[in-house]
């Protein structure tokens, strides 16, 4: 491997002092423009760039913002992330993008390597079985910022950037209620998380003001892995009441749930009616067209780097702020009319 050039190896070659070639690479005012040109000249000749890193070090400011998200491969986080890049590219900002593949140890990892990393700022959406938050402490003992979206948690001096799920559950749930669903079953994801409980209570205040009775068999928590349908379909044949109304966590699991109802000769939506949540491209083209809450990604990750970058340069403080909700919006199609 070729050795890295260095302003050493720049000041030797011109017969310079190291100080001279730094300033010159930085349009010092102090330096004549003719060394400028000189020292630029070289420069490219022998193919020195800039260490970033090191120039980011002395100015303490990484010019990076860290991004934790669960998977990369969701259609509704993807969305997110083309948010935050589009704002963070923008203002000057590169992201540090990682995954915790749902697992607490990795998220854990991630964090502790963006720290080291030296990032401005710290994006997190936590993963399924995180249970402690102390991978998140030199954060907030450092004052870095740190912003929770989508799966949240409130830790002092944190943001937290998400809709209101109870409220997009209840919307959910009472739809399928007005279109004469009697017996719902919602198929929910890791109940930890707050966006899965929050929908749980959603679900449960509707059928109570609709006087249904919630039982055990009106919950099926679920990882919502494709493979993971099977169990569903098990659950809707041995309820001793048919389940005519499904509120499932995500469209696509919800997608693969009209797939294999379909399989096992259910009508939809005249024997089951099923709503989604997320408002993802699956949800138009599955058969039949899939209702859903429309949960606005997008507009998230616009927030939530506006957020974090007009913190970063001094234009808001974000610690005082609890929650910023974004609206949710109930969206009907044919798998429940």
Do not use: W
Request: with cysteine; aromatic share 6%.
């Amino acid at each position: 491997m070729d050795k890295r050039i260095t302003i050493y190896d720049l000041a030797k070659t011109l017969g310079v002092s190291a100080g001279t070639v730094s300033r010159s690479l930085n349009d010092h005012p102090s330096i004549s423009q003719k060394t400028k040109d000189r020292v630029i000249f070289m420069a490219n000749e022998l193919g020195y760039k800039t260490n970033k890193f090191a120039v980011n070090l002395s100015k303490q400011k990484s010019n990076t913002i860290g991004v934790i998200v669960p998977k990369l491969n969701s259609i509704f986080m993807s969305t997110v992330l083309a948010g935050i890049e589009k704002v963070a590219n923008e203002a000057g900002y590169n992201l540090i993008i990682s995954q915790s593949l749902e697992s607490m140890e990795k998220e854990k990892l991630n964090a502790k390597t963006l720290y080291d990393s030296g990032v401005d700022a710290l994006l997190v959406s936590l993963a399924y079985d995180t249970t402690d938050f102390v991978h998140f402490a030199n954060y907030i003992k450092n004052k870095i910022p740190l912003i929770f979206i989508d799966r949240v948690h409130n830790l002092p001096n944190c943001s937290t950037i998400i809709i209101d799920n109870k409220s997009a559950g209840f919307e959910a749930t009472e739809h399928l209620i007005a279109q004469g669903c009697k017996n719902l079953l919602h198929i929910s994801g890791n109940l930890k998380r707050n966006v899965y409980s929050e929908r749980l209570k959603g679900f449960q205040e509707a059928l109570a003001k609709h006087n249904l009775k919630f039982k055990d068999a009106n919950l099926l928590e679920s990882d919502l892995a494709p493979s993971s349908v099977k169990e569903v379909i098990a659950h809707i044949k041995s309820v001793d009441i048919p389940i005519d109304g499904l509120f499932v966590a995500n469209d696509t699991f919800a997608a693969h749930c009209i797939k294999e109802l379909k399989k096992e000769k259910y009508n939809i939506p005249s024997d089951i009616k099923i709503i989604g949540f997320n408002n993802d491209p699956i949800s138009e083209l599955v058969t039949p067209a899939l209702s859903t809450i429309n949960y606005p990604g997008y507009e998230l990750g616009v927030l939530a780097g506006q957020s974090v970058i007009s913190h970063l340069n001094g234009g808001i403080d974000l610690h005082p702020a609890n929650s910023i909700t974004l609206r949710h919006k109930l969206i009907i199609r044919e798998s429940t009319l």
